[in-house]
């Protein structure tokens, strides 16, 4: 066949007038487009359309915000599949125009028609593309994507035929994409469901909770599997809450069902194990049946680490209120001796203490408050070295040892003496962060509950800390003082100290030149003596 100017243009048809049909009914139903990877679908789609039109190059392109980009392109040539390019709209605006406006672009010499002469010097000349046929993949009436066949050679008469197995295939494209999408949806939220420690279920309300699906996560909530529970085949869930809960449980069901709202509940359940489990439940009413009876979707969740952490911090906070109330208003020796008395007693514990180094010698410590099994020891000093205090201040962090502690510190009296098994310590440190001291508990049996201990003594550390800082600089001040005194006493030359030029105080030098008693110069002015 020949165009205007004398162009040779090869043609090709298709077998008969069936083979549209025929060859997409047998693509359609080829299994390596729905099983396999969305790739290898692609791929394989790209070789087929080859062998049956026999173009050198068949592509398959997504159109994103303005961009096309290569999910596949086969090459004849050389057997390869290759993906990746890009072309922007900013650099073929006819080719991109045309996409927009039509089903198909059938440029029988590519280099020519307008829609595709764009690609010639960059594109179609470098490989020898002489036509093009492409059709676009459409979602919602919109473009976003072109299955694309380039014949290498010279320009190519596009059949009707090959227009209409251009246009199927790329529906068929769409189909493939949207079932793989779906797919990997599928495959994405059920691995959500089967991976995720909660129980997602749907259930019939008014067929004792029978459970129409409930993911895997149920057994690791409850002990039972889910084909166990789904249809009650084995046991209902309903049966394995603990009865106590049961009326709640049914009261906040029936509440939802009849007022069509969502509900949440928090209840215990007996484990396959037989221990009891706290579980939250979320979910709505999705379906109200005309009978009374109600489809539920839900959520549950195991919350009893939940449980027993509230637990826990209730009783911290108790605990504290109680040695807070213990204090409160103390200072001073009374502040040291009640903590020490109330830090044994709320963690059941032999002994509670708070030492701090000594004043001249900081390789020795001195007890300010000694609590053994409720007697207050008389303060002694003992040496700091090989104890775990001596561990506590070098590290300045709390320090365990919640069992064995004399075969760590063998030359330890106190703890020998006293047959010390277990040792919590924690220092006490200035504003600056300077050792001062430490406040610990001992104990005769190995310590159970360290961590609540641990959270207690570095809680009321930091007021321990603030009294025996308090302590400390009190104790140096009046040092300073007497200190000043004696000097003010024995000086040699008279020193008075004047308030509102009156004298305020004076020392006995004062007193002798003046020749007169201590309450006779005190609050008179130097005036009266001239």
């Given amino acids: 066949t020949r165009l205007g100017g004398g ?21 359609a139903r080829d299994s390596q487009l729905w099983d396999h990877q969305q790739a290898q679908a692609l791929q394989h789609i790209c070789v087929r359309v ?52 039509t089903r198909f672009i059938d440029a029988h010499d590519a280099h020519s028609d307008p829609r595709t002469r764009e690609f010639s010097k960059n594109y179609l000349q470098p490989l020898g593309i002489g036509a093009l046929l492409d059709a676009t993949m459409r979602t919602g009436g ?12 010279s320009p ?29 949806t599928v495959s994405h939220f059920n691995s959500l469901l089967n991976n995720m420690p909660s129980a997602a279920y749907r259930c019939e309300y008014g067929n004792r909770w029978a459970m129409n699906y409930v993911s895997p996560g149920i057994t690791k909530i409850s002990g039972y599997r889910a084909d166990e529970l789904i249809n009650n085949i084995t046991l209902c869930y309903a049966d394995i809450i603990l009865p106590s809960d049961k009326e709640q449980v049914d009261a906040v069901l029936l509440d939802a069902v009849k007022g069509k709202h969502d509900f949440e509940l928090e209840y215990r359940i007996r484990h396959k194990d037989n221990s009891i489990r706290w579980v939250s439940e979320y979910g709505r009413v999705a379906d109200n049946k005309a009978d009374g009876n109600a489809s539920l979707d839900g959520v549950i969740n195991d919350i009893t680490e939940q449980k027993l952490a509230r637990e826990t911090r209730q009783q911290q906070q108790n605990i504290i209120s109680e040695i807070s109330h213990g204090i409160s208003g103390t200072t001073g020796e009374a502040f040291f001796n009640t903590l020490a008395e109330e830090l044994a007693n709320v963690l059941h514990v032999d ?10 010698d900081d390789s020795m410590m001195e007890s300010i408050a000694t609590c053994v099994k409720g007697d207050l020891l008389p303060d002694f000093t003992y040496s700091l070295a090989q104890t775990p205090c001596e561990i506590v201040l070098q590290k300045k962090t709390t320090i365990c040892y919640n069992a064995d502690v004399l075969h760590s510190f063998p030359n330890d009296a106190f703890l020998r003496d006293m047959a010390f098994e277990s040792y919590l310590g924690t220092p006490l440190l200035d504003a600056n962060g300077k050792v001062l001291g430490v406040l610990g508990v001992l104990h005769s049996l190995p310590m159970i509950d360290t961590e609540l201990a641990r959270e207690l003594l570095q809680i009321f550390a930091m007021r321990a800390s603030t009294e025996l800082e308090r302590k400390i600089t009190e ?26 030029r009156m004298f305020a105080d004076c020392n006995p030098v004062t007193l002798e030149m003046f020749g007169c008693k201590r309450d006779e110069i005190i609050g008179h002015s130097p005036i009266e003596f001239s």
């Fill in 156 to 184: 190519r008469l596009w059949t009707s035929d090959e227009r209409a197995l251009a246009i199927v295939v790329a529906d068929l494209i769409t189909q493939v994409q949207s079932h793989h999408t779906l797919k990997d």
């Fill in 475 to 500: 104790h140096a001040l009046r040092d300073s003082q007497r200190h000043y005194q004696s000097l003010f006493e024995s000086a040699g030359d008279a020193i008075f100290v004047m308030k509102d």
């Fill in 351 to 360: 002994c509670g203490y708070i030492s701090k180094l000594a004043d001249k």
């Fill in 50 to 101: 080859h062998q049956a039109l026999n173009t050198a190059r068949v592509s398959i392109w997504m159109l994103e915000q303005g961009t096309l980009r290569c999910l596949n392109l086969y090459d004849a040539n050389t057997g390869l599949h290759t993906n990746g390019t890009t072309l922007s709209q900013a650099n073929y605006p006819a080719y991109f125009a045309a996409l927009t406006e």
């Fill in 142 to 153: 919109a473009t976003n994507g072109v299955l694309c066949l380039e014949h290498v050679g």
């Fill in 7 to 27: 162009m040779n243009i090869k043609k090709t048809t298709l077998r008969n007038d069936d083979a549209v049909q025929s060859f997409y009914l047998d693509l």
